[in-house]
C-alpha cells in the first residue's frame, strides 16, 4: 500500500538515515535480489515471532 508509514528509533550514536520513496524501494529491489531476499528472511523471522507468540499467549489463556 502507498499509506504512509512512521516509525521511532532512539539512536545511541550518531546516525545517518536514508528515505526512500515507495517507487524507489520497488526498484531496487528488483535490481538487486540479494536485498529483497534479505528483507524477505527479516519479515518472516518477524512472522513467525509473532505466531509464537500468539501461541502462548493463547496458550497461556488456556485456548487452543
Same mark, same amino acid.
Given at each position: 500500500?502507498?499509506?504512509p508509514?512512521?516509525?521511532?528509533c532512539?539512536?545511541?550514536? =550518531?546516525?545517518?538515515?536514508?528515505?526512500?520513496?515507495? !517507487? =524507489?524501494?520497488?526498484q531496487? +529491489?528488483?535490481?538487486?535480489?540479494?536485498?529483497?531476499?534479505?528483507?524477505i528472511?527479516? +519479515?518472516?523471522?518477524?512472522?513467525? !515471532?509473532?505466531?509464537?507468540?500468539?501461541?502462548?499467549?493463547?496458550?497461556?489463556?488456556?485456548?487452543?
Amino acid at each position: 500500500s502507498r499509506e504512509p508509514r512512521s516509525a521511532d528509533c532512539l539512536a545511541l550514536t =550518531d546516525m545517518v538515515t536514508l528515505k526512500i520513496d515507495h !517507487d =524507489d524501494y520497488r526498484q531496487l +529491489l528488483s535490481e538487486k535480489p540479494s536485498i529483497a531476499q534479505g528483507v524477505i528472511r527479516v +519479515l518472516s523471522g518477524r512472522l513467525s !515471532d509473532t505466531m509464537k507468540q500468539i501461541q502462548q499467549r493463547r496458550k497461556a489463556l488456556g485456548e487452543s
